[in-house]
């Protein structure tokens, strides 16, 4: 998975992923409209315009950037529908050649841990294997500890899978545990970093990142430059950019001299652009996330060109 990410940063030129994460706020009054009307007011109707929402933004970015990353919980909760909409999505955007990252925050231990990581792995069914998800790479909860990690990374290693590990998330209260001091003079998520870059020490692949990459939120500058320093084989995946008040140049020290180490996520500020620029009606909803995908890829290269990085 890590190897074909980074090729396609490189081709694209572009270190950026787009989140797609629908919610009935976003849809476009002409797809309510649509689906209410051919299937009711039910989580059927809102999984059928998300399916189409989400198929027409890849098909407008696609060729711009090299990833995109739906968030479960918008899916599942509408139930089966909703979920039936998320792996369509993923297979969908893995055959317009996008790596497909599966925001899941998974965690557990023992066979649970190993029945989620069939996000990765998939099953065996009558001695053939079948993917039963279509993602390339899931993000996953360390809490647990090894126990919740290891049937992750068994996965990865069979499949040339990934895993992203929250390790310093963008969310404010995400101090209140993350921030807390250990007995050895560490912070929480510099011991959670260390035991990421651990993990993944044997699927580093031929750019030099491992398999097993970091959640760092783009909104902790100082906490990201030192992540990225004590994590040198561990790729970043980056929250908080845009919506969240994460600016270009405050994730420009998470990659290395390279321009590579790192992926930026935006969700809102390109599946929702069209609704804040007037010179965009609603049926433009795939153009503007287009636009804005071309806006993000030229300010993360201008920030990065700011200390003396091009691809």
Same mark, same amino acid.
């Given at each position: 998975?890590?190897d074909k990410?980074?090729e ?6 572009n270190p950026?992923?787009?989140g797609?994460d629908?919610?009935?706020e976003?849809?476009?009054d002409?797809l ?5 009307e051919?299937?009711?007011m039910?989580?059927?109707a809102?999984a059928?315009?998300?399916?189409e929402?989400?198929r027409?933004v890849?098909?407008a ?6 990833a995109?990353k ?5 899916y599942?909760?509408?139930g089966?529908p +909703?979920l039936?909409a998320y792996? !369509?999505?993923?297979e969908?955007a893995?055959?317009? =050649?996008?790596?497909? @990252? *599966?925001?899941i925050?998974r965690?557990d231990i023992?066979?649970t841990?190993l029945?989620y990581a ?6 065996i069914?009558n001695g053939e294997?079948?993917d039963?998800?279509s993602?390339?790479?899931v993000t996953v909860?360390?809490?647990l500890g090894?126990?919740?990690i290891?049937?992750f990374?068994n996965q990865c ?5 990934g895993?992203?590990i929250?390790v310093?998330t ?7 545990i993350?921030e807390?001091?250990l007995a050895? +003079?560490r912070?929480?998520f510099? !011991?959670v970093g260390d035991l990421?870059?651990?993990w =993944?020490?044997?699927? @580093? *692949?031929?750019?030099?990142y491992?398999e097993?990459?970091?959640?760092v939120?783009?909104?902790h500058?100082e906490?990201g430059?030192?992540?990225r ?13 845009g919506?969240?008040?994460?600016k270009?140049d405050?994730v ?6 390279k321009g ?5 996520s ?5 599946t ?7 010179k965009?009606g ?8 287009a636009d804005?995908a071309?806006?993000?890829r ?5 920030a990065?060109?700011?200390k *003396?990085?091009?691809?």
């Amino acid at each position: 998975m890590i190897d074909k990410l980074i090729e396609d940063i490189l081709e694209k030129k572009n270190p950026s992923v787009v989140g797609l994460d629908p919610t009935p706020e976003i849809m476009p009054d002409f797809l309510k409209a649509k689906y209410f009307e051919r299937m009711g007011m039910s989580a059927a109707a809102y999984a059928g315009m998300f399916l189409e929402f989400n198929r027409a933004v890849i098909d407008a970015v696609y060729e711009i950037v090299p990833a995109v990353k739906p968030q479960i919980a918008m899916y599942e909760r509408f139930g089966i529908p +909703g979920l039936q909409a998320y792996n !369509a999505t993923c297979e969908y955007a893995q055959g317009r =050649g996008l790596t497909v @990252i *599966g925001d899941i925050k998974r965690g557990d231990i023992s066979s649970t841990a190993l029945a989620y990581a069939a996000h990765l792995g998939g099953v065996i069914i009558n001695g053939e294997h079948q993917d039963t998800w279509s993602e390339d790479a899931v993000t996953v909860n360390p809490y647990l500890g090894t126990d919740g990690i290891k049937p992750f990374l068994n996965q990865c290693d069979a499949y040339k899978k990934g895993i992203f590990i929250l390790v310093r998330t963008s969310n404010p209260s995400s101090a209140e545990i993350q921030e807390q001091e250990l007995a050895d +003079g560490r912070r929480l998520f510099e !011991a959670v970093g260390d035991l990421t870059e651990k993990w =993944g020490e044997y699927l @580093i *692949g031929g750019h030099g990142y491992s398999e097993v990459g970091a959640v760092v939120g783009a909104t902790h500058r100082e906490q990201g430059e030192l992540l990225r320093k004590r994590m040198p084989h561990t790729f970043f995946l980056v929250p908080g950019y845009g919506a969240q008040g994460g600016k270009a140049d405050d994730v420009a020290g998470f990659f290395d001299e390279k321009g590579l180490g790192a992926i930026i996520s935006s969700s809102r500020g390109i599946t929702a652009a069209y609704k804040k620029d007037p010179k965009y009606g609603e049926k433009d909803y795939a153009q503007a996330a287009a636009d804005a995908a071309v806006r993000m890829r030229e300010d993360l290269a201008a920030a990065l060109n700011r200390k *003396g990085i091009t691809y």
